[in-house]
Nanobody, 127 residues
Framework: QVQLVESGGGLVRNGDSLRLSCAAS????????MGWFRQPPGNEREFVAG????????RYADSVKGRFTISRDNPNNTVYLHMNSLKPEDSAVYYC????????????????????WGQGTQVTVSS
């Protein structure tokens, strides 16, 4: 069992930066693919970024490529989402998720492939 707790959300202005953190419990964190998803108001949850177990493979949604960076700190059971050049359309609840397939070299973008989810953190970007 893995528990995920996101933090770092808030209210920022257009063009600002923000770093989200996801702290994980459980000894298997370092073997899991980790992903960030977001859900804007009235819309479906969507994939944002993901990293495989050792950070060698990452994947990004087209809408955030070049602006967002995902990274992980396995010894400290934490995954980060560094968000630069934020836009109002980035406003959403951001969720951290774990894909519990051990040592996968592939980063899934499909929600149903992820086994564990955090409670989410709100990011609001004002224009």
């Amino acid at each position: 069992q893995v528990q995920l707790v996101e933090s770092g959300g808030g209210l920022v202005r257009n063009g600002d930066s923000l770093r989200l953190s996801c702290a994980a419990s459980g000894r298997s964190f370092s073997s899991y693919t980790m992903g960030w998803f977001r859900q804007p108001p009235g819309n479906e949850r969507e994939f944002v970024a993901g990293t495989n177990w050792n950070g060698a493979h990452t994947r990004y949604a087209d809408s955030v490529k070049g602006r967002f960076t995902i990274s992980r700190d396995n010894p400290n059971n934490t995954v980060y989402l560094h968000m630069n050049s934020l836009k109002p359309e980035d406003s959403a609840v951001y969720y951290c998720a774990a894909d519990a397939k051990y040592y996968s070299g592939y980063v899934e973008a499909r929600l149903h492939e992820y086994d564990y989810w955090g409670q989410g953190t709100q990011v609001t970007v004002s224009s």
